[in-house]
T-cell receptor
C-alpha cells in the first residue's frame, strides 16, 4: 500500500463544474503539498499545508490531520485547469525534507 | 517561472554512459532536492543537500551521486546508465533552516532518454 493515495486517478468534467481531488496518507506528516503538472512536464507548487485551509483564487486546499486526509477543490473549473494534480507529504520524523508523492490525479476540463 | 533553473532540458544518451545534470536554486535558497519521475515509479525523492552538505538520501541508486558547490548550484551524476534510468529529473530548492520547513520550488526538469 502506498503511503500517499489519491482519488480519483482520472477525472473528466465540464467547464464550470466544482472539482474535488482527495489525498489520504498513512504516515505522520509535518506538511502536505499540492502540486500541479501540465503536459509540458513542469511542476508548480499550489499549496503547502500543515493544518486547516488555504485559498488561492479558485483553488482551495483543506487538511484534516486527525483523519490523515486532504482535499483540493477547484471552483468554476476551466479548460486551463486541465493538468495532473499531485499530493505530496513531508514526514514528521525530523531530518529529511524529501517528499513522498501520490500517483497524481489526471484532470481534464472540457469546454 | 519558479526561479530554479536546470540544464540541459533534454539529454539523449546510450546505455553504459555517464551524464551530469545541473541545477541552480532560487537566489537565497540553501537547500536543493533532486527527484526522479518515471512512468512506472512516479515521482521519487533522490537526495537533498543543504549549504553544501548532504542532508538526506531517498531512493537514490549507488550509480547516482550528487553534490552541491559553494555557489549553491548542484549537480546530479548518473553513471552506467540503463534503459530504466530514462525519466524526468527535477531539482527543487527551498529556504530551509533547522527550525522551519519551507515550500519547495521546482525547476523545469531535465528529460533523460537512454537508448
Amino acid at each position: 500500500k502506498n503511503e500517499v493515495e489519491q482519488s480519483p486517478q482520472n477525472l473528466t468534467a465540464q467547464e464550470g463544474e466544482f472539482i474535488t481531488i482527495n489525498c489520504s496518507y498513512s504516515v505522520g506528516i509535518s506538511a502536505l503539498h499540492w502540486l500541479q503538472q501540465h503536459p509540458g512536464g513542469g511542476i508548480v507548487s499550489l499549496f503547502m499545508l500543515s493544518s486547516g485551509k488555504k485559498k488561492h483564487g479558485r483553488l482551495i486546499a483543506t487538511i484534516n490531520i486527525q483523519e490523515k486526509h486532504s482535499s483540493l477543490h477547484i471552483t468554476a473549473s476551466h479548460p486551463r485547469d486541465s493538468a495532473v494534480y499531485i499530493c505530496a507529504v513531508r514526514g514528521s520524523g525530523g531530518g529529511a525534507d524529501g517528499l513522498t508523492f501520490g500517483k497524481g490525479t489526471h484532470l481534464i476540463i472540457q469546454p | 517561472d519558479s526561479g530554479v533553473t536546470q540544464t540541459p532540458k533534454h539529454l539523449i544518451t546510450a546505455t553504459g554512459q555517464r551524464v551530469t545534470l545541473r541545477c541552480s536554486p532560487r537566489s537565497g535558497d540553501l537547500s536543493v532536492y533532486w527527484y526522479q519521475q518515471s512512468l512506472d515509479q512516479g515521482l521519487q525523492f533522490l537526495i537533498q543537500y543543504y549549504n553544501g552538505e548532504e542532508r538526506a538520501k531517498g531512493n537514490i541508486l549507488e550509480r547516482f551521486s550528487a553534490q552541491q558547490f559553494p555557489d549553491l548550484h548542484s549537480e546530479l551524476n548518473l553513471s552506467s546508465l540503463e534503459l530504466g534510468d530514462s525519466a524526468l529529473y527535477f531539482c527543487a530548492s527551498s529556504v530551509w533552516t533547522d527550525s522551519s520547513y519551507n515550500e519547495q520550488f521546482f525547476g523545469p526538469g531535465t528529460r533523460l532518454t537512454v537508448l
